[in-house]
Nanobody, 114 residues
Framework: VQLVESGGGLVQPGGSLRLSCAASGFTFSRSAMSWARQVAGKGIELSVATIYSDGTTTYADTVKGRFTISRENAKNTVYLQMNSLKPEDTAVYYC????????GGQGTQVTVSS
């Protein structure tokens, strides 16, 4: 199993970024996928955004209305569109398989700062 995140960077408050996660080694189309994040020095926040195999999505209250998770099964890729970014969104973002849970990859750093 391999999950490779990309798309992070430095953005000003109010800006946008789109993260991507390329998956391999399992049946992606049948798997629920999620994004998690970890602020430096703090615990990981799981289920920031989740998308199920049928396309149903759920979001943490902290990102609801600003973030959108999507998937492209033909490319084994899950995305996270992040709009109206805030400084408190600064974190390393990871994608994960929901069940069985697998958090992989190096993550991608998102820094929101002026």
């Amino acid at each position: 199993v391999q999950l490779v995140e990309s798309g992070g960077g430095l953005v000003q408050p109010g800006g946008s970024l789109r993260l991507s996660c390329a998956a391999s080694g399992f049946t992606f189309s049948r798997s629920a996928m999620s994004w998690a994040r970890q602020v430096a020095g703090k615990g990981i926040e799981l289920s920031v955004a989740t998308i199920y195999s049928d396309g149903t999505t759920t979001y943490a209250d902290t990102v609801k209305g600003r973030f959108t998770i999507s998937r492209e099964n033909a490319k084994n890729t899950v995305y996270l569109q992040m709009n109206s970014l805030k400084p408190e969104d600064t974190a390393v973002y990871y994608c994960a398989i929901v069940n069985p849970f697998y958090l992989g990859g190096q993550g991608t750093q998102v820094t929101v700062s002026s």
